[in-house]
């Protein structure tokens, strides 16, 4: 079972910025691919950015440019980089993981509970 934490939120000025850690605990086989989603009022959850075990990575059209996805395999930790924020990048963040439990499972998606960011204008 794989348990993620996210911290780093909180409340902003637009144009500001904020740095987003989630640390994975708890027993696997192998993590696989971390990342990040966000989930603002009304509206679904959506892809912000992923990173790969070896580093590639993938960024929502939305964010390219202002967000960068980073990661410590050695912490079992994924970060989220936010800068230039907009008010419309208000939302609920949640941390991603896909991985396996053990050498004969099926890789499966886990989840954080979520770190709120507020971006005022």
């Known amino acids: 079972q794989v348990q993620l934490v996210e911290s780093g939120g909180g409340l902003v000025q637009a144009g500001g910025s904020l740095r987003l850690s989630c640390v994975a605990s708890g027993s696997w086989f192998s993590i696989y691919a971390m990342g990040w989603y966000r989930q603002a009022p009304g509206k679904q959850r959506e892809l912000v950015a992923a990173?790969?075990?070896?580093?590639?990575?993938n960024y929502a059209d939305y964010v390219k440019g202002r967000f960068t996805i980073s990661r410590d395999s050695a912490k079992n930790t994924v970060y989220l980089r936010m800068n230039s924020l907009e008010p419309e990048d208000t939302a609920v963040y949640f941390c991603?993981?896909?991985?396996?439990?053990?050498?004969?499972?099926?890789?499966?998606?886990?989840w954080g509970k979520g770190t709120l960011v507020t971006v005022s204008s």
């Open positions: 991603n993981c896909n991985a396996k439990r053990n050498l004969f499972s099926n890789a499966m998606d886990y």
């Open positions: 990173i790969s075990t070896v580093g590639t990575t």
